[in-house]
């Protein structure tokens, strides 16, 4: 459950750094902010972001138990 929860958390911060990042018009080097077309919906989105963002809130809520 735990997973689960920090893959949400790991989404909203990635959809929020590559939102702030990506609309100035840079990808951040490392970071690979890229601009994602899903069917009629476009977003920025970062995979590295994701994963270091999923690690980092499953950690935390580790550390809640």
Not at 3 to 30: C, D, M, N, R, Y
């Amino acid at each position: 459950m735990d997973l689960i929860k920090a893959l949400t958390f790991g989404a909203i911060l990635s959809a929020a750094v590559a939102l702030v990042i990506g609309s100035q018009g840079t990808s951040a080097g490392p970071l690979a902010i890229r601009l994602v077309d899903v069917v009629d919906v476009r977003f920025y989105w970062s995979w590295p972001v994701f994963f270091s963002g999923t690690g980092l809130s499953f950690g935390m809520l580790l550390l809640q138990r």
